[in-house]
């Protein structure tokens, strides 16, 4: 056989080794406008609406088994964040207050009066917006592995050595960062997991080229440079609004928040239940989705 065709052969061989799981042939992605900006939304299945919103060093792409899970009984919709993914770039508008005027307007767009909420990292804190404000609209909401900026003891946890990323921003910081995405999220995935080894080389390579789009770093530490301004935000609306009253699952990766998780969510909501997702660290639809997962479809179920 010709030496380029064998080459030929092993990149397309290599290219499907790599690629992460897709979402179910049965869901379709559509760019829907909202709150001054545009997210690129995926949707599918059937029943009680559910919303997976994704962190930091994620897109929507990693809830796909979980959206392939859900399907069957729930309508799922897994938005990439504002300025995130495939989602577009806007200047400004990354504290997370406003973002979850942005998922409101999602569901507003796709005539969803209410839904259950699935979050983790970033997500979570756009979450806690999202239901401190629109309480009438979530029915119940699994909170996974972070803190909430001004709740608890954010400021310690601010000064934990993990975190030194939270004020790591900047033009200069942008330049560093710029064509070395891959090595900088590898951090993220190596520190912050129970194994380095779940977050496989497909994972990272196909986060890794989502971050290097144009615009992606520089949002994304807008994210992070919007933590102040969440703090403040959360402590009022916390004030104003009282606890929320909806069924809350808190839950930690075993070798990341574990049960923390829910004495921060304690703070911030009435009924809320503690769970573990064992043998995972941060990344938890990585680094143990099997039991990520059906912790998830047991509580949107209940």
Do not use: C
Not at 75 to 104: C, E, F, W
Not at 125 to 130: P, R
Not at 168 to 180: Q, T
């Amino acid at each position: 056989m010709p030496r380029v065709v064998i080459s030929l052969l092993a990149l397309l061989f290599a290219d499907s080794v790599l690629a992460i799981e897709p979402f179910p042939s049965g869901f379709h992605t559509s760019e829907i406008a909202t709150n001054g900006t545009t997210l690129h939304v995926r949707t599918g299945g059937s029943g009680p609406a559910v919303v997976l919103l994704h962190g930091f060093a994620d897109t929507g792409d990693m809830w796909a088994s979980a959206a392939a899970a859900l399907m069957h009984d729930h309508t799922v919709i897994v938005p990439d964040l504002r300025g995130m993914g495939l989602s577009a770039h806007p200047d400004t508008g990354y504290t997370k207050k406003n973002q979850a005027v942005d998922i409101a307007g999602v569901m507003d767009a796709l005539k969803i009066q209410k839904a259950a909420l699935v979050t983790h990292d970033i997500g979570n804190m756009v979450g806690y917006a999202l239901a401190v404000q629109y309480p009438d609209r979530i029915t119940k909401w699994m909170v996974i592995d972070a803190p909430l900026p001004g709740i608890g003891n954010w400021e310690e946890i601010k000064q934990s050595p993990l975190l030194w990323h939270f004020n790591f921003r900047g033009p200069d910081e942008e330049r560093l960062v710029a064509g070395r995405e891959r090595i900088y999220l590898d951090r993220f995935y190596n520190e912050l997991s129970a194994d380095p080894k779940k977050i496989d080389e497909a994972t990272r390579q196909h986060y890794a080229a989502l971050y290097a789009r144009p615009h992606a770093i520089h949002d994304a530490f807008e994210q992070f440079g919007a933590f102040n301004q969440d703090a403040l935000d959360n402590k009022a609306l916390l004030a104003e609004k009282g606890k929320l009253a909806m069924p809350v699952l808190a839950v930690g990766g075993e070798k990341s928040a574990g049960k923390r998780q829910a004495d921060i969510l304690a703070l911030v909501a009435t009924h809320v239940t503690a769970d573990v997702i064992p043998d995972s660290g941060h990344w938890i639809m990585e680094e143990n989705p099997g039991a990520t997962v059906a912790m998830m479809t047991a509580f949107l179920s209940n």
